[in-house]
């Protein structure tokens, strides 16, 4: 089994800046790339920014320049920086993993359980 344990998330105002850290854990052999995807109300999920092992990044055009994406791989964790934070940013934040349990296994992708981030303007 493959954990994804999120935290970081809250309340904050427009303008501020919050952090969300995710941390892999349990039967892991290697993880290829880690993102952040995100859901607001009504709304459907949509990529916020993706990390590769090799440190690659890729980022949604509404972060771009807002929101930083980094990763300790020797923890399996993965983590969100976000500044200048909009109303619009308000949603509840999934951590995403392509994990491999074992060498003749293929990438599952597994997903955390969300953490809220609430931007009062």
């Known amino acids: 089994q493959v954990q994804l344990v999120e935290s970081g998330g809250g309340l904050v105002q427009a303008g501020g800046s919050l952090k969300l850290s995710c941390a892999a854990s349990?039967?892991?052999?290697?993880?290829?790339?880690m993102g952040w995807y995100r859901q607001a109300p009504g709304k459907q999920r949509e990529l916020v920014a993706l990390?590769?092992?090799?440190?690659?990044?890729t980022y949604a055009d509404s972060v771009k320049g807002r929101f930083t994406i980094s990763r300790d791989n020797a923890k399996n964790t993965v983590y969100l920086q976000m500044n200048s934070l909009k109303s619009e940013d308000t949603a509840v934040y999934y951590c995403?993993?392509?994990?491999?349990?074992?060498?003749?296994?293929?990438?599952?992708?597994?997903w955390g359980q969300g953490a809220q981030v609430t931007v009062s303007s």
């Open positions: 995403n993993a392509d994990v491999k349990r074992t060498f003749w296994e293929s990438s599952y992708a597994y």
């Open positions: 349990g039967r892991i052999f290697s993880i290829t790339v």
């Open positions: 990390i590769t092992s090799g440190g690659n990044t």
